[in-house]
């Protein structure tokens, strides 16, 4: 049955349950081992990409929630990661540093935004969702430039990474980079159970026909919007997460740029998986990382490539990799 | 606040309005007949800016280079809905964002591989440096009066176009049902292209008539975009009469918040914290206008029968 559903959605093949968990076991290994990889190459630059993939794998698995099973193409998600970043910027700033404080009101003034935004958005659908997402995006990014007490256009630093009910158990590169691992490991097994969980078959069912589910008796709209809310959050708590890794919150943090290219990681790595969230935005940085040794607009390559992929390579990385392993002889 | 600075914003706040139709009209025709979302609109604003410096360094005439320009605009353009765009109509909505986002990333650092990133600029034509006056000898820049005008007139035009000529009508009848249209044996690809290339070729029209007054530089295009989107949205997609009242209304708001958001709330607070909140309400004005209209009416404030 779930399966079936899945399959129906936009050409992505349905990976089978095991396969689904060797590949998860797979990519967190992968990122628990990369610090000792690191420090044996002597290569500790890795250390901080590492970070930065999870951090936005973070914000990238809460899109994928929104985009690949509700439906939503939400363009602003950006917003929700430079709310939670700001959080923790501006309490920093008054003195503030706990994370046990700023975790959680970088979560809440998030998910508080995609709550009043969420009610506006969903009256749309379709197109105008985008373009509506998008506007408000923008919107948030505009306050804060305009936020001359807090470095406007320039951004403020930090102090000093949060602590954590005052001991500075984040203060080492490699503590935080466990720290950022752990939170991706709950982010995304918490979406895992959300998205097969009764709440998110209702909106796996409102992404394929809402009349339908509207029908049945639900409250379509109701759910859309939980799950928006939820998505902000989690956006928020990446936020937080970035704010910690680079010590700097920056407007630059919710340009509509960045909105695109978080969309553009989910897709990379094969839309409504989870899993493709996570490549993906380990692929994007690693484009990223390997493109600009050439050039220094990067984009130029990149963005051609981005084209090509919509155009040919349907279902992104896992789609991809699926679709060899079939012809290979593994139906 | 006196009433000619009110004035000069007035006419500021057009200024930015008619510039604002000028995308938001392309924007907006193509995707009302092609369902076909172009986030690649903006960037073709700021190629056309780019094109009509480069030509005028050529010929060093503004309405050559205008022409030039427009020409190449229209020409890559059609460049791109051949290799691109075309693949994508039937696409869902996801595939398109993607797409053109790509293109969107290509072109703003390709302008910056070929031009690079320092800003440029492009002079006023010699027959419209001056100024006018105002009352009471308050000056204002007469090309900016040359962009109204010019906008006003396009937008007349464009009016007319849709509503009496046979491919207006077909434009109209598209917007309603695409298919339809295609059933009754019109060539609906190349009706597709006429409206693309004419959306290109506005945009790039609205690039060229402001370089004059701003810098011309990489992501110029980027801002406009979500700022055409706001006006559309709130216009109706595929409504060029929404599209041109938004477009005002969007200026207009935009223009004079910013000018005089401050001077509001002195009224009601202290001037320290009013210059603190005064920039952040400003910018959020036209978004919480869009909020508004759309909670009142989710389609717009003028829907189209089709969409």
């Known amino acids: 049955m779930t399966g079936a559903l899945l399959a129906a959605e936009g050409g992505v093949r349905a990976l089978r349950p095991t396969r689904d968990v060797v590949l998860a076991t797979l990519m967190f290994l992968v990122f628990a081992l990369l610090p000792l990889f690191a420090s044996l190459a002597a290569k500790q630059y890795l250390l901080d990409i590492g970070a930065r993939m999870m951090v936005f794998a973070v914000a990238a698995v809460a899109l994928d929630l929104l985009v690949g099973y509700a439906g939503l193409i939400s363009f602003g998600h950006a917003a929700f990661v430079g709310l939670g970043a700001y959080a923790v910027g501006i309490l920093s700033a008054h003195g ?34 985008i373009m509506i997402t998008l506007a408000f995006g923008q919107m948030v990014y505009f306050i804060a430039t305009s ?8 951004g403020l630093t930090v102090a000093a990474r949060n602590t954590i009910a005052g001991w500075p158990l984040l203060k080492s590169d490699r503590a935080f980079y466990y720290f950022t691992l752990l939170c991706l490991l709950a982010t995304y097994l918490f979406c895992r159970v959300l998205v097969v969980s009764r709440f998110g078959r209702v909106l796996r069912g409102t992404k394929e026909n809402a009349t339908r589910m509207a029908t049945i008796g639900f409250d379509t709209r109701r759910f859309q919007l939980v799950a928006y809310v939820i998505a902000g959050g989690l956006g928020g708590f990446s936020g937080f997460l970035l704010a910690n890794l680079t010590e700097f919150v920056s407007p ?70 699926s679709r060899l392993w079939r012809r290979s002889g593994h139906a | 606040m006196s009433g000619t600075l009110f004035l000069v914003q007035v006419l500021n706040g057009l200024q930015l309005g008619v510039l604002l139709f000028l995308i938001a009209a392309g924007l907006t025709l193509v995707f009302g007949v092609m369902d076909f979302i172009n986030l690649a609109h903006g960037v073709q604003y700021m190629l056309g800016a780019y094109l009509a410096v480069a030509f005028y360094g050529i010929v060093g005439n503004f309405l050559a280079a205008l022409v030039l320009a427009l020409l190449a605009a229209l020409g ?17 909505h996801l595939d398109q964002v993607i797409a053109t986002f790509g293109i969107i990333l290509f072109l703003n650092h390709a302008v910056r591989v070929i031009w690079g990133a320092a800003p440029l600029t492009l002079p006023v034509p010699e027959f419209f440096t001056g100024t006018v006056v105002l009352m009471d000898g308050q000056l204002y ?12 007139v396009i937008a007349a035009g464009l009016y007319g176009l849709v509503s ?27 009706l597709f292209m006429v409206v693309f290339g004419f959306g290109t070729m506005l945009a790039a029209f609205a690039g060229i008539m402001i370089a004059p007054i701003i810098s011309v530089e990489p992501g110029m295009g980027d801002n406009i975009l979500i700022l055409a989107f706001v006006v559309i949205v709130i216009g109706g997609i595929g409504s060029i009469r929404g599209a041109f009242v938004a477009a005002l209304l969007i200026g207009l708001v935009d223009t004079l918040g910013r000018s005089f958001s401050i001077d509001i709330l002195r009224l009601i607070m202290g001037p320290s914290p009013a210059r603190m909140v005064g920039p952040a309400i400003a910018s959020m004005l036209i978004y919480v206008l869009m909020a508004i209209v759309l909670y009142i009416r989710p389609a717009g404030l003028f829907p189209t029968r089709g969409g």
């Open chain 2, 141 to 152: 820049p007469v090309w900016r009066l040359v962009i109204i005008a010019s906008g006003v």
């Open chain 2, 164 to 190: 009496f000529t046979r491919i207006g009508m077909l434009v109209r009848a598209g917007a309603t049902n695409a298919r339809m249209v295609s059933a009754l044996g019109v060539n609906i690809e190349r």
């Open chain 1, 96 to 129: 503030i540093d706990d994370a046990l404080i700023s975790l959680p009101v970088a979560i809440a003034v998030s998910m508080l935004f995609a709550w009043l935004t969420g009610i506006v958005c969903l009256r749309t659908k379709g197109a105008y969702f």
């Open chain 1, 252 to 321: 630059a943090y919710m340009s509509w740029q960045q909105s695109g290219e978080l969309i553009v990681m989910v897709i990379l790595g094969g839309v409504g998986t989870l899993d493709g969230a996570i490549i993906g935005s380990a692929a994007y940085l690693i484009a990223e990382e390997w493109l600009s040794g050439f050039t220094e607009n990067w984009k130029v390559i990149f963005g051609p490539i981005l084209v090509l992929v919509v155009l040919f390579a349907r279902g992104g990385l896992i789609g991809l990799a």
């Open chain 2, 76 to 92: 890559f353009g059609l460049l791109l809905e051949f290799l691109v765009f075309r693949h994508l109509y039937e696409r869902d």
């Open chain 1, 147 to 154: 936020l001359a007490p807090y470095g406007g256009d320039n």
